[in-house]
């Protein structure tokens, strides 16, 4: 279990560490640096020259890399140069948008996929296998920003029912905030849950044929615990494994979503970002993605341990 | 105690209807034991899950199952629950598949007990430990807490047994019990059937395609073959002077040491020449 | 498809069903985007600015937008731009990923690397290499190309690499190294057109996603440059007028998961197809 944590820790530094080089790289071949982008063009070469050296620009390549780097790693992420903050304040206060809206993304994404991708296994070929596949397929097909203008139109400017964008921070408690954070996280959670239902449909439907399951109907359980107490914990592995491959797509469509419902959270930012050529911002909040987007992959490899018992040992 | 009579099981195959029993009846007196033998596809497995009420969606039945007078193939799901596991135990073939990977030995032991009788917790654990002493499992309150990966194949047997007795059915069918295992944890498993057997006053149906397994455990047999019973009567009878032709021939099919052990009469057997 | 009419007697199949509504909705993408070239009913670009917001069938099949263009036609020419950033970003993705799946599969000393690699690739979200190649190039035909194609690499690599070891499992690849063939020439006649199949389904299924992340990226203003219509960027200019003109919105979406849903559905019939398991049972 330690030397397998150990092996996987790092593959996740080699990652880490290969998914900075690529985006300071890029960075790094991108015209002007954020001193010329603050004085803008009319600056005279002495005060750009002072500017960088003030900013530490004028080092070679590879030191301000390992200066970034360690930077990375202490929270020190350098200044913004349109907000004239620290960046990892800013994305800190940006994190308290995006997580909480993954992270319901993914609540609901669970929530709709597991009753309705085991209830379509519990009988294949009936009414609800019908339903759940023709959902499945026409949720992969729609895009989440537009799930987001529906929802907008319908649920917000139709019903107002609850708020089309904006975000009222979570200093009123989180009622508010989780209000306008439910349509965004269900623009973000339809399509993912389409996936997790064809995928928990089929893993279902397998471990059903196991001669376990007939074992615990031969108990007495019933078709529902066999299903759930049985079945349902035997088929997780490969529903946990599409969880953590579509974090990936979940960012990206964070970015997406929170344009569409005006959203502070890092995706938005790292798209003014962009507008305003905020190169640390731009570098930086990729860069976050990608980390979280490898965490979550790790998290995903502990998870599996604790829904297999077979995988504790032999690791 | 169960009487069955006339059941037929058939399954829609592409040119019309498979039966795979066809028109078998049998009965099993309380603390009577019957073997029920033949080869791969005869049914027998079919027949099994008939009598717990667990055939594929798909079967379609006739005949009666009755136990102690109630028609089985007529009970409602709610019934059948009520009879598995309390009324009916059952053990399946393979100890490698049988038993679920993400459960304890005790958690699938004890399940059955809290289904059936409300037990709590810790009631129900303290059930399950007894029942892996009684199976002879070395250190039941360590194995209690083992998943079925950590266990071997006669253990994981033992395990199977314990959860078909835990709720001490009136019935019993094993099926194929001991066919995944060693020679040596073969009698070791026979061993501890029978004395439950005896020592609970079960009755018993054995499913096997070895002889010497039907044999030493049984009272009477029930020869099967392709889905129809060719014979049926004490085991001593069955194996010493057989009737159909199908026994003979799986009789004649052992190797001659293995026929000896049955007491089987070697003249009987066609085609013998020694 | 022809097992559906000729095999009354087991009902419809479903793989067959699929593969045939995939391919006719497939084909209907494919046909409108070529006619966009030849045709459309109005200039896509042409604005008039009296007939703004129009409904349908008030003006056109499907009204017109803010400035009064024509939806039918942005529509049409949005299918044709659509299908080419998707089948250059897949084509991208599925060449390079191809290679270094087979490379992987055939050397175990390049196969740590290339996947490690191709996790790093995986952890970068589309959109955000588009921000970063915003940056770089500015919005753009290329921009959303590498983006979306670059994240494709892995998982062509993926695919590859897994269908690629299964074939040098097999006796023939021994039998072949018997015979003094090297790994690239066992590589290009047993692997490739054993794994062709696969890798086809893959671009199949693949191209309903870069369709998807087109959008997204146009919809950010990272795709074609006006005055080309693309569905992003029209969903993206609907969101003013939501309460005003809902058609802005809906047909566009509608035009981008009927294409998504053909491509899957395509895909999936053709998996169905080539699995052997499943082609036996049928």
């Known amino acids: ?315 | 105690m169960l009487a069955i009579r006339n059941l037929s099981i058939a399954f829609p195959g592409p040119d019309g209807p498979v039966r795979v029993v066809d028109g078998v009846s049998l009965e099993v007196a309380r603390g009577e034991s019957l073997g029920i033998v033949g080869e791969s596809g005869s049914g027998k497995s079919m027949l099994s899950l008939a009598t717990i009420g667990l055939l594929p969606r798909s079967a379609r039945t006739s005949g009666e199952i009755r136990l102690e007078g109630r028609n089985i193939l007529g009970m409602s799901e709610r019934a059948l629950c009520g009879v598995r596991g309390r009324r009916i135990g059952m053990i399946f073939q393979e100890p490698m598949t049988a038993l679920n990977p993400a459960m304890t030995a005790g958690q699938q032991i004890a399940e059955g007990i809290r289904l059936h009788r409300a037990a709590g917790r810790a009631e129900a654990r303290a059930e399950a430990l007894r029942l892996l002493d009684r199976v002879r499992i070395p250190d039941p309150a360590r194995r209690i807490d083992s998943y079925p990966h950590e266990m071997s194949g006669g253990q994981r047997q033992r395990v199977g047994i314990a959860i078909a007795l835990a709720l001490k059915p009136d019935l019993l069918i094993a099926d194929e019990p001991t066919t995944a295992l060693d020679v040596t944890v073969q009698k070791e498993i026979l061993d501890i059937l029978d004395e439950l057997v005896a020592d609970l006053g079960l009755s018993l149906i054995l499913i096997s395609h070895d002889l010497g397994v039907i044999a030493r455990s049984t009272d009477r047999t029930l020869v099967m073959c392709r889905g129809r019973a060719v014979e049926q009567g004490t085991t001593e009878a069955v194996l010493r002077q057989p009737t159909a032709a199908y026994t003979r021939d799986l009789i004649a099919a052992l190797p001659r040491r293995a026929r000896a052990g049955l007491g089987a009469a070697a003249p009987l057997a066609a085609g013998d020449a020694r | 498809m022809r097992a559906l009419v000729l095999r009354p007697r087991r009902g419809f199949r479903l793989d067959d069903a699929t593969l045939l509504v995939g391919a006719v909705l497939t084909a209907l993408l494919v046909g409108v985007a070529l006619l966009s070239l030849v045709w459309t009913p109005e200039d896509p670009a042409r604005m008039r600015i009296l007939q703004k917001l129009r409904g349908p069938l008030v003006s056109g099949l499907l009204g017109t937008d803010h400035l009064g263009r024509d939806l039918a036609s942005m529509l049409m020419r949005g299918a044709f731009n659509s299908l080419t950033i998707a089948f250059a970003a897949v084509g991208l993705g599925a060449v390079l990923g191809t290679l270094a799946g087979v490379a992987a599969a055939a050397g175990p000393r390049f196969d740590a690397v290339l996947m490690r690699v191709c996790d790093a690739l995986f952890a970068l979200p589309p959109i955000l290499s588009a921000i970063m190649l915003g940056a770089l190039l500015g919005p753009g035909a290329p921009t959303a190309i590498i983006a979306i194609g670059v994240f494709m690499i892995p998982v062509f690599a993926r695919v590859t690499r897994g269908a690629a070891m299964q074939i040098w499992a097999r006796e023939y690849i021994m039998a072949a190294r018997m015979a003094g063939k090297g790994t690239v020439r066992i590589t290009l006649e047993h692997v490739l057109p054993n794994i062709a199949g696969q890798i086809i389904v893959q671009v199949t299924i693949q191209l309903a996603m870069a369709i998807l992340t087109e959008a997204g990226l146009s919809f950010l203003g990272l795709g074609l440059p006006p005055p080309a219509p693309t569905w992003g960027r029209m969903l993206a200019e609907s969101q003013t007028y939501l309460t005003q003109a809902p058609h802005l919105a809906l047909a566009p979406g509608l035009a981008i998961a009927a294409a998504v849903l053909g491509l899957n559905l395509l895909g999936d019939g053709l998996a169905a197809r080539l699995d052997p398991r499943r082609r036996q049972a049928s």
Do not use: C
């Open chain 1, 1 to 315: 279990m330690l030397r397998h944590l150990a092996r996987r820790a790092a593959g996740f530094a080699v990652t880490f560490l290969l998914i900075s080089v690529l985006v300071f790289g890029m960075m790094e071949i991108v015209p002007g640096d954020p001193a010329s982008a603050m004085l803008g063009t009319s600056a005279t070469p002495e005060t750009l020259a002072a500017l960088r050296a003030q900013m530490g620009l004028d080092a070679p390549a590879v030191i301000r890399y390992l200066r970034w780097l360690g930077g990375l790693l202490s929270g020190d992420l350098g200044v913004s140069t349109t907000y004239g903050v620290p960046v990892g304040a800013l994305i800190l206060e940006r994190l308290a948008v995006t997580l909480p809206l993954t992270g319901l993304a993914v609540l609901l994404a669970v929530g709709i996929a597991l009753p309705l991708g085991v209830t379509a296994a519990s009988r294949p070929g009936g009414v609800a296998d019908g339903v759940a596949t023709l959902y499945a397929q026409a949720g992969i097909a729609v895009p989440n920003f537009w799930i987001g203008l529906l929802l907008i139109m319908t649920v917000a400017l139709g019903l107002g029912w609850l708020p089309a964008g904006g975000f009222p921070g979570w200093g009123d408690g989180p009622g508010p905030a989780l209000r306008a954070l439910l349509l965004p996280a269900l623009a973000l959670a339809i399509p993912q849950s389409a996936v997790l239902t064809r995928v928990t449909r089929a893993s279902v439907v397998e471990v059903m044929n196991e001669d376990f399951v007939r074992t615990a109907r031969a108990k007495g359980a019933s078709v529902s615990r066999a299903l759930w107490r049985h079945a349902v914990p035997n088929a997780l592995v490969p529903v946990i494994t599409m969880l953590g491959l579509q974090i990936s797509f979940l960012i990206g469509g964070a970015v997406l979503v929170e344009n569409v419902f005006t959203l502070p959270g890092m995706g938005r930012l790292a798209w003014q970002a962009l507008a305003q050529r905020d190169l640390i911002v731009i570098q930086n909040v990729v860069m976050v993605f990608a980390t979280v987007v490898i965490v979550v992959n790790l998290g995903v490899d502990l998870l599996y341990t604790v829904v297999d018992p077979r995988l504790r040992r032999r690791a």
